[in-house]
């Protein structure tokens, strides 16, 4: 797939290849054992400019375009899945909302120094009755004329331990259902915001998963993104390119895995012979190969499309749903392909499986994303018949 790539384009994939393999992979399988944040890490991210990629260069981005963010992540992910995440959070959902739906006046307060690493974001969506049913939201922005008070909890926030800013959808119109939530812009240091325990999860266990609670936490109106009720449709769209992001991280944790199999294949010898010239492993690495470069098609149309100013939601969706399904099917086939030495940790391969399950769920679970796809096919949006019908009259 690289033919299809700019120099430019080049040049970041390399970079971040780069960056992964010397920064990233040391230490990767102790943070992971110890759910130790990678601090320094995401600081060199920020210093290359891996936080703010799409950024225009006014507000301190990298003013790129997507498929060189895909590019970064897919990169990143094969090596890193908890910094990915990190790193798609505050790009995809955090920087491009700002950007595409806020005022200046929070573009100037905060998008630079997100952009910059600075400090970094968090999305604030899932709440514990409302996950795959965002249109559910519990948390109450109250509207007090000039200000809004904000009481609830959001739930599995990646970046939600260290995070300055939350973007954080609220109702605050209960009759109007979603057309009455707002997303705010919520300060970490705002008084009445609290951080619960970081998650012990299965995957990705570096990255910094929390649940966080807003007490009568006092929001001004300048913080409101966009006009009154508008905050739904800030999510879905937001959404939308936060699924590439994902897409590019299951593309990349795929990658990653296929990548160890395909060595130790070659390397590893059994009944005389590398198992690579077995059968039964060499058909695998083709299935692995095959399947990988068919979600790099989706992914990368997607991005393409994001940038062409196209409507990709149903793209996006199409990239998240095949590239998460690659990246289990992928590893678990990688730690098969490893044998007993794929069961421990220090051939990296189960802890990419256990990272990839997280991208069937996050940022719209598979179910979610066959429903966006369904509901586009059922409006005819998608793959009209180009002939007519062969059916007999
Ligand atoms: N862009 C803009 N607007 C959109 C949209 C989109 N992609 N999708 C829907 N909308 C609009 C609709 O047009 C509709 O507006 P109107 O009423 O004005 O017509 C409104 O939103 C409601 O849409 P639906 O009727 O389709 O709503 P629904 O309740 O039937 O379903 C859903 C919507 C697709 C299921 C949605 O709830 C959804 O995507 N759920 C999954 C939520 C999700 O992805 N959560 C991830 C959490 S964030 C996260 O994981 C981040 C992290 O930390 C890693």
Not at 209 to 232: A, C, Q
Not at 233 to 254: E, H, N, P, Y
Not at 272 to 281: L, N, V
Request: hydrophobic share 40%; aromatic share 8%; net charge negative.
């Amino acid at each position: 797939m690289d033919f299809i790539l700019t120099e430019d384009q080049q040049a970041v994939k390399e970079a971040a290849r780069d960056f992964a393999q010397h920064q990233l992979l040391p230490g990767v399988i102790d943070r992971d054992r110890d759910m130790i944040y990678p601090t320094e890490q995401v600081k060199m991210m920020g210093e290359m400019g891996f936080l703010g990629m799409m950024v225009s260069p006014e507000y301190g981005g990298g003013g790129m375009d997507t498929l060189s963010y895909v590019l970064a992540m897919e990169e990143i992910s094969k090596i890193d899945a908890s910094c990915s995440v990190i790193m798609s959070v505050n790009n995809s959902l955090v920087c491009w909302g700002l950007e595409k739906y806020g005022n200046e006046d929070q573009k100037q307060r905060y998008l630079s120094r997100l952009a910059t690493g600075e400090i970094i974001g968090a999305f604030c969506l899932s709440e514990p009755e409302a996950g795959s049913d965002a249109t559910s939201q519990r948390t109450i922005a109250e509207d007090k004329g000039d200000h809004y008070l904000v009481n609830g909890t959001k739930n599995w926030i990646t970046n939600g331990g260290k995070s300055s800013i939350h973007l954080v959808m609220a109702q605050s119109h209960r009759e109007l259902q979603h057309k009455g939530i707002n997303t705010l812009i919520i300060e970490r240091a705002f008084p009445g915001v609290s951080i619960g325990a970081k998650e012990d999860k299965m995957g990705i266990r570096a990255s910094d998963t929390h649940s966080i609670m807003y007490s009568d936490v006092k929001v001004g109106k300048e913080n409101r993104i966009g006009d009154d009720g508008f905050g739904f449709k800030f999510a879905m769209s937001t959404l939308d390119g936060g699924r590439i992001g994902i897409a590019a991280q299951a593309l990349g944790i795929a990658a990653g895995a296929y990548e160890l199999a395909l060595k130790y294949a070659q390397e590893r010898t059994t009944f005389g012979k590398p198992i690579m010239t077995h059968q039964a492993i060499s058909f695998k690495l083709a299935d692995m190969a095959t399947e990988i470069e068919a979600a790099r098609l989706l992914v990368y149309r997607a991005a393409r499309m994001k940038d062409l100013k196209m409507d990709f939601g149903t793209a996006a969706a199409m990239a998240k749903l095949f590239a998460s399904e690659v990246a289990m099917k992928a590893t678990t086939e990688a730690v098969q392909i490893h044998g007993g030495y794929g069961y421990v940790k220090e051939y990296h391969v189960e802890r990419l499986m256990r990272d990839a399950k997280i991208t069937q769920i996050y940022e719209g679970t598979s179910e979610i994303q066959r429903l966006v796809i369904s509901r586009a096919l059922l409006k005819g949006e998608l793959y009209q018949p180009m002939q007519p019908s062969l059916q007999k009259a």
